[in-house]
């Protein structure tokens, strides 16, 4: 729907919440990173304790596991996702060769035209250097189409909302039946460009849902003493307000509506980087780790891996912080920095629901879902995934680590007040953009409940695989079905872990209190 007039509302821009020293450190640090140009840094997985071989590992079938360690000489395991040394990825010529500096992010949000049912990458619609777009429909079948043909006559907004609802969302993946909202958590949200109406439209999100509204009156910071909560601010990286983004400001409207809608008593913190620049988003991903009680941050961007892009990982080697990122939405391969062994990367599925939030149908890898293995060269596989163990890398990072649902013919309801492309209003958008924030959310819950928080930066034991090797089928949906690609097992979903959907989506009920060391029991 093309609305003639857009609401506007005040918005806290405060950056008196910054550490001391927080602002110019990161200003340094960033100073550094771009000036270099030695080889890529090795990360500490490359000192892990073992190594394997493809010839001495298998890939486990989960659906056999109880609360035991997998028997690695089972015969019953089946190899149909093990990677062969020909399927891993090798040192190729498109992988970005410039310094650091000239490294660019691009939301991971797809939007669906309510007219024509078919998917866009929000950020291809917004690219002026390029005249086509890929579309997805349920079908998951994928075409090239004119971007000015999609502008001219998509039909992008609607007067209700058109995606699922939260109730229907916290029903399929079992937050209706945890008790705690993830009061006193504050979950951080990284986005590029200025979200002008930011605090409205997450209000009128949580009135239209029957969620708890967020105190946004503009006139405090969420640290500071006496101030109401849940809370939501809005930061600016740099201390001055970025342009204005259409299209970022869509991604923002969706990690931070959905955010909220998982974890609706934790404080939400967006904090706005002044580009799409990675070393502007790190520097916001940096000062959004140290403010006062964030216990995770979110990051629904990447982009194509690229050597040196380790560099970038000491921004992330946080404790007491959990990082999540999309793994990408253009399928095999994944993006960066979901590929980095200091984050969970979120990939795609797609999920079927009936108005109640009842499955319909198994969920399955959405085509679009970004994984695989890491390039040559670029991020070693942790120790973590070495233990588990997943399918054979040849020592590399395997991303994603777990799934949510990605796919826009089964998105989700957000409202963007801001305009994109002359539309207003209720927009449905998914991609796994929308995963990492609502993992963030259950990360904020399991926090509250065990009183101290999960890290992501312990490359030698990670939580989430930890509750996997325990209890694989209480803590996870095993996604069986489906692909991101044409490279053979690495692109195919498969039972247990596997390159396009991880180790699966959450049984939230179950996995929040895995995390937090208690039982739904």
Known sequence: MKAPTKPTSPILHSSSTLRAGTGALSLLLIACLVAVSSPPVVSKAQNARHVRTSSSVKAPNKDSWTSREPDQSSESWTNAALATSAELPQPVENIPQGGVEQQRAKSGAWILDQRTRKGYRVADLTDTKTTQVKSIDANKTQRIESIEEVKSHGQFASFDPPG????????????????????????????????????????????????????????????????????????????????????????????????????????????????????????????????????????????????????FDTFLDHTGVTFVAASGDSGNPGAYPAASPYVIAVGGTTLRLDRKGNR???????????????????????????????????????????????????????????????????????????????????????????????????LFHSPIYDAARRDYRDNFFDIKTGSNGTCGSVCMAARGYDFVTGLGSPKADELVEALAGKRHR
Not at 185 to 206: E, G, M
């Open 164 to 311: 699922y609802s939260p109730a229907q969302i916290r029903h399929a993946y079992g937050f209706d039946k945890l008790r705690n909202d993830g009061k006193g958590q504050v979950i951080a949200i990284v986005s590029a460009y200025h979200y002008p109406n930011a605090a409205a439209d997450l209000n009128k999100f949580s009135k239209t849902f029957g969620l708890r509204r967020l105190h946004d009156n503009g006139l405090f910071n969420c640290a500071a003493p006496g101030v109401p909560h849940p809370c939501f601010q809005v930061f600016y990286a740099y201390g001055v307000q970025p342009p204005v983004d259409d299209g970022w400001a869509l991604e923002s409207a969706l990690d931070t509506q959905w955010a909220h809608a998982i974890a609706p008593g934790a404080d939400i913190l967006l904090v706005e980087a002044a580009s799409n620049g990675l070393a502007d988003l790190f520097t916001a991903v940096l000062i959004a780790a140290a403010q006062p009680r964030v216990s995770v941050v979110s990051m629904s961007w990447g982009t194509s891996e690229f050597f040196g892009e380790t560099i």
């Open 360 to 458: 319909i149908s198994p969920e399955t890898a959405w085509i679009g879902s970004g994984g695989g293995i890491s390039c040559n060269g670029c991020e070693f596989e942790p120790t973590y995934q070495l233990d588990y163990p997943i399918p054979f890398t040849g020592n590399r990072r395997g991303i994603p680590d777990v799934a949510y649902n990605g796919d826009p013919t089964t998105g989700f309801s957000v409202y963007d007040s801001s305009g994109f492309n002359g539309n207003f209003g209720w927009m449905e958008l998914a991609g796994t953009s929308a995963g990492a924030p609502q993992w963030a959310g259950l990360i904020a819950l399991a926090n509250q409940l065990r009183g101290q928080n999960l890290s992501s930066n312990n």
